[in-house]
């Protein structure tokens, strides 16, 4: 009962939060916003304490170290930012979003030849600037079906997934998704994942990898997918940029080579996929939103 109440209690806390925040102008909110994520990195220690080891590794320096907390306190005001932005998400048309993201020439051209053999696109991603924006940028002229953390909030879950559906976003919860996803690398649209789960990958299927010269474990159900369909990886990300605009860049298609050794398979188009994820966390740590520890204590044995 304690936790039916509590759920409900957020679904309504959720939907009047969005509602003034369609109301309110951008500016105030924004305002707001960085105040708000101001206030969670001083007074929510042990979420500091993880994005700052996360970013001292990113940073190659210790956890102590002043440009680990500039970069910690800039992803807390940017994840606060986004909160609002996502918030503002039902209200935006196709002409917000086409004005709020810009996507390179070259970026288009990736997904264009990704998806030139018919077999589908699987897109991979981190929780880093605003990927929902970018997402549903892409979503307008190219379909998009992505896989997403369970909340454990039905009824929010349900809540936000509406809210995508009508930007061409389809979401599923991992629970049965890989039919789902199947049948639409077939129908050669694009699949999303996030890769960025860190020990929680544990819940999935998921392959021990090198990121930022430490082992941590991805989740392989992006290079199994890639593997089983014949569809190519495309790493992106959707960066911020000034008067919180954002420019979604992608990286050349990344084809899993099919050998008689799967393991071996996955686990090279895995790293493949950290090794351009790194590229983008290095040119904005403080745009990763990584609040749940990215690296075990020690390396976890596949």
């Known amino acids: 009962m304690g936790r039916r109440l509590l759920h409900g209690a957020g679904y309504w806390a959720w939907r009047a939060a969005s509602g003034l925040a369609q109301r309110v102008p951008a500016g105030l909110t924004y305002a707001l916003a960085a105040v708000g994520g101001e206030l969670a990195y001083f007074l929510w220690a042990p979420k500091r304490e993880i994005a700052k080891r996360n970013l001292a590794t990113v940073l190659g320096l210790s956890p102590d170290h002043p440009a680990v907390a500039r970069a910690a306190r800039g992803s807390f005001r940017n994840f606060a930012r986004y909160l609002v932005e996502i918030m503002r998400f039902p209200a935006l048309t196709a002409h917000d979003i086409d004005r709020l993201v810009s996507i390179e ?13 018919g077999r589908g696109l699987i897109f991979v991603s981190i929780h880093f ?8 940028r892409i979503a307008a002229e190219l379909p998009i079906t992505v896989i997403a953390d ?3 909030n039905a009824r929010l879950m349900d809540l936000l997934a509406g809210n995508r559906a009508h930007k061409n976003i389809t979401l599923h919860t991992p629970d049965g998704a890989a039919k789902k996803v199947l049948r639409a ?5 694009l699949v999303g994942l996030m890769m960025d789960l860190g020990p929680r990958a544990l819940s999935f299927s998921n392959v021990e990898v090198d990121f930022f010269g430490k082992r941590t474990l991805f989740p392989a159900v992006a290079a199994e997918l890639a593997r089983a369909s014949g569809a190519p990886i495309v790493v992106a990300v959707t960066l911020r940029e000034h008067g919180n605009t954002f420019r979604g860049v992608a990286l ?3 084809v899993v080579t099919r050998t008689q050794d799967a393991a ?3 686990e090279r188009a895995t790293q493949a996929i950290a090794r351009g994820l790194e590229t983008f966390v290095r040119r904005a740590p403080d745009q990763w939103y990584i609040f749940r520890p990215m690296w075990p204590a020690s390396a976890t044995a596949r």
């Open 264 to 266: 071996q398979d996955v």
């Open 150 to 152: 369970d909340i454990g």
């Open 129 to 136: 600037g605003n990927f929902e924006l970018g997402g549903a």
């Open 185 to 189: 690398l077939r129908r050669n649209e």
């Open 105 to 117: 020439p070259a970026t288009w051209q990736h997904l264009r030849d990704a998806r030139a053999g």
């Open 252 to 254: 050349p298609p990344v």
